[in-house]
């Protein structure tokens, strides 16, 4: 089975300092995805990132990181200078690897980390 | 492009009612899927459409949720009868044929039963 936790609930930082939102994952699966999704005050769910097991490779865009770590199964997000935008609820998610057809596309999601950033 | 829609935005409604929610996916996406999540817990899968058809239904709590995607565009979600656990948001989500991966989220429904 697989599953995600965020042991992180709750997180408040002031303006411009750095936050790292951490997510570890279990799977079985050999290939797999993992996803970051943001969740504004609006509701809708916004994609961040996708990441395969196959790429380790860290990611930078902008003022976002990402840190994989398939040894310590974790797929962590940085925040660099974070600004008041950024405050939202942050979904690590994981899903098997699928086919054309989409089968074993669904998500599994962590349980969210609420990122308030005060000015 | 329009994004995916969902509606009602909100609902509430007592216990032993029936509900349908509706969602509108992206023109042309032939993945859709419904998710829920309750107050304080993770955001859960539901279901998968694939056009018409259901890919995986695995995630369905029970059979008091029905389900449909007629003619493969929008997707209704009937609770019936409703019972107070089902209250959360549900969330539906669609993705194109060729980039399954990139899923677009609507902005749920909220469900209150009481």
């Known amino acids: 089975a697989q599953k995600v936790t965020q042991a992180q609930t709750e997180i408040s930082v002031v303006e411009k300092e750095d936050v790292t939102l951490d997510c570890v994952y279990e799977?079985?699966?050999?290939?797999?995805?993992l996803f970051w999704y943001k969740q504004p005050p609006s509701g809708e769910l916004v994609f961040l990132i996708r990441?395969?097991?196959?790429?380790?490779q860290n990611e930078i865009s902008g003022r976002y990181s990402w840190n994989f770590q398939k040894s310590t199964s974790s797929f962590n997000f940085t925040i660099t200078a974070s600004q008041v935008v950024d405050s939202a609820v942050y979904f690590c998610a994981l899903s098997e690897a699928y086919d054309y057809t989409g089968a074993n596309s669904k998500l599994t999601f962590g349980k969210g980390i609420t990122l308030s950033v005060r000015p | 492009e329009a994004g995916v829609t969902q509606f009602p935005s909100h609902s509430v409604i007592e216990k032993g009612q029936t509900v349908t929610l509706r969602c509108d996916p992206i023109?042309?996406?032939?993945?859709l899927y419904w998710y829920r999540r309750v107050m304080g817990k993770e955001i859960k899968f539901l279901l998968h459409f694939v056009k018409e058809s259901k890919q995986d239904e695995s995630g369905m709590p029970n059979n008091r949720f029905l389900a449909e995607r007629t003619g493969g565009t929008y997707s209704t979600l009937k609770v019936q009868p409703a019972e107070l656990e089902d209250s959360g948001v549900y969330f539906c989500a669609s993705s194109p044929r060729d980039r399954v991966y990139e899923q677009y989220f609507g902005p749920g429904t909220r469900l209150t039963v009481t």
């Open positions: 799977t079985r699966d050999t290939t797999y995805y």
């Open positions: 990441r395969n097991s196959f790429d380790e």
């Open positions: 023109s042309g996406h032939d993945n």
